[in-house]
Structures are given as C-alpha cells and as structure tokens.
C-alpha cells in the first residue's frame, strides 16, 4: 500500500489523499478544493497531480469545500466511481457544489468582462458537471460495515465537525494481512451547540490526522444566548439600531437560529424582526432539520417541547436580493 498526500499537508485545505493498493486499486480520500493561499491557489485548482481517470473509488469526510469541492471536476476529467458519504453530507455537497458552480461561473463571466489583451478565464466547473458528479454519490450510514470489494471495507464513525461528517476507517486485505488506514477528516469540538461530540474509534495501524489547530487549546464554549439577548435588547430596544450579524450559512446561521429559538422557549426573545439573509443558510437549516439524528443530547430535549428549534416568532428567511 502507497499513501500520497495531494492537499491538506503542509497547509490547510485542498485535502486529497490516495491510498494505493499492491493491486494498483486506488481509493481517494476526499477531493477538497485550495481555499485561500494566494496566487497559487489557482493553479493548485488547476492540477490534481494524479490521473482522475484512474481512481477506482473515493470516500467523501464531510461536505465543507476544503474537502469535496474538486469533485465536479474530478468527475470531469474522468472518475467514474462511486463517492461514499453520509446523507447529511450528500445533501449538503449537492447545494454547496451547486452554490460553487455558480459562484465560478459567475467569477469567470466577470473576468472575461474586463480582460484585455485577449485571454479568456473558465469556470473550474459548471452547474451542469456539479449536477453530473452527483449522480455518483452513494450513501453509507454511521458505524456499518460497507463492504466496496470482499478485500476493501469501511466503516464510518461521527466526528461532530459538522452535520454528515464523518472519520473513515479503512480495512484492506493485501497479500494475506489485514492493514487498518484511519482517516480523521476534519474533527469537531466536544460539546458543540448542536452536534454529538466525536465519537471515540478503533486503533488502527495508520492514522492520517487533521491537526489545523493542533498546537492551540480551544476555550470551552461559553453559552451564547444570554450576551446574544443582552446586545439585541440593547441595540434593537434601547437604542432603536440595528444588530448585523455574519454567520457561515452551514453551521454558524443553525447555532445562532438555535440560540435565539431558546430564548423564545424562555420567553425572554427581544420582540423585533429576525432576518436570515442567505438561500443558501435556508436550505442548510431545511437539510439539518431533515436530520434530527445528528443531533446531541440537548437538542433531542428540546425537540420534545418544540418540533422546530430553528425557528421563531417574527423570523423570516430572505430569498432573493431584491427582497
Ligand atoms: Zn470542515
């Protein structure tokens, strides 16, 4: 077996790895795009550095794009193998790659727009080739053996990152002796806001390890609902202003939604208008909402008093940009 690593090592994002087999079997890890290094970023995007051709499977973390965000043009150059995943992270893939598609399709049209001297700028991928690479997506639940040949198996364990992802646990028999490959995928903080804690998993006699903030201790998550009530009242009511407040539209926009339904439920919401600015946050709450068994302990809780913890008096999801 030869692993090689085609992102995420030595820098953040872009994670890709192979694991080769003696049998010349090749199975990707996740096809991440580069996120944010500059001019190179580009060019990284550009050249996967092995033949898509020639990639036999691949097994798919978690839905951010630092991890599956390459996909369409995986499938583009050529890989015609199943992608393995949660439901979560399917249905998350599908409206964050359209979302890309879009966002490229958009970025090219408007460079073409003000280029000189000719040169002609294209979309990483289209709409069309998101849609075509998800055909290929194949669910695969947390904690069962999946069996992809009699010699290759996989099991997928919940590593509360965000909701779908998951920690990979490969077994390949090669040459009469079993060989344990552990993939963290990125890994989520105990006791998040909404998620389980990542779950605890078998040895195994490789791990490759996300470590992004390996070198620094995360403070314990301090609850947000009673400073998030204190600056509303004070902002909206006091002072008659208004609160903007940025959220990434998967994850953060459901852990604020979260935080001000439990308000409501201790009839303690400030009474003024709430707006979700975002389609994209809309259809993310609508996937997280589909998947009630993600959840943590809490949030089960809650869910016995109100059938809808993301939502609240007075909020209204923004659909379009003249709205
Ligand atoms: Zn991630």
């Given at each position: 077996m030869h692993i090689t690593f085609h992102?995420?090592?030595?820098?953040?994002?872009?994670s890709k790895h192979i694991v080769q087999l003696n049998d010349g079997t090749i199975i990707l890890l996740d096809c991440g795009m580069f996120q944010?290094?500059?001019?190179k970023t580009e060019n990284l995007n550009d050249?996967?550095?092995?033949?898509?051709?020639?990639?036999?499977y691949m097994i798919l973390s978690h839905a951010h794009i630092d991890h599956c965000g390459l996909i369409p043009r995986l499938v583009a150059e050529g890989f015609d193998g199943q992608i393995f995943c949660t439901a979560p992270t399917m249905e998350l893939a599908r409206i964050l790659l359209m979302d890309s598609a879009r966002i490229q399709e958009q970025d090219a049209e408007f460079a073409n727009r003000h280029q000189k001297n000719g040169e002609h700028s294209s979309a990483l991928y289209t709409e069309e080739q998101a849609i075509d690479a998800l055909r290929l997506f194949k669910i695969v639940d947390y904690n069962e053996e999946f069996e992809i040949t009699p010699r290759i198996k996989f099991t997928l364990t919940d590593a509360?990152?965000?909701?779908g992802s998951a920690a990979v646990h490969l077994t390949v028999l090669e040459d009469g002796k079993h060989t344990t490959v552990t993939f963290s995928g990125d890994v989520g903080r105990y006791g998040d806001l909404l998620l389980r804690s990542p779950q605890t998993f078998p040895q195994a006699h490789y791990i490759l390890m996300e470590?992004?903030?390996?070198?620094s201790l995360h403070k314990d998550l301090e609850p947000i609902e009673d400073a998030l009530q204190q600056i509303i009242h004070e902002t909206?009511?006091?002072?008659r202003g208004k609160v903007i407040i940025p959220a990434f539209s998967v994850g953060r926009t459901q852990e604020l939604l979260y935080a001000l339904n439990a308000l409501e439920l201790r009839g303690v919401l400030p009474d003024v208008n709430y707006y979700v600015d975002s389609p994209l946050s809309d259809k993310a709450t609508q996937i997280i909402k589909d998947h009630p068994e993600v959840y943590n302990k809490e949030v089960t809780e809650v869910l016995k008093v109100d059938n809808d913890p993301f939502a609240f008096k007075n909020l209204r999801f923004v659909q379009s940009t003249e709205e």
């Open positions: 992102g995420a090592a030595r820098n953040v994002t872009g944010g290094l500059g001019e050249h996967f550095g092995f033949n898509p051709n020639k990639v036999d509360g990152h965000v909701i470590s992004t903030y390996g070198d909206c009511i006091v002072k």
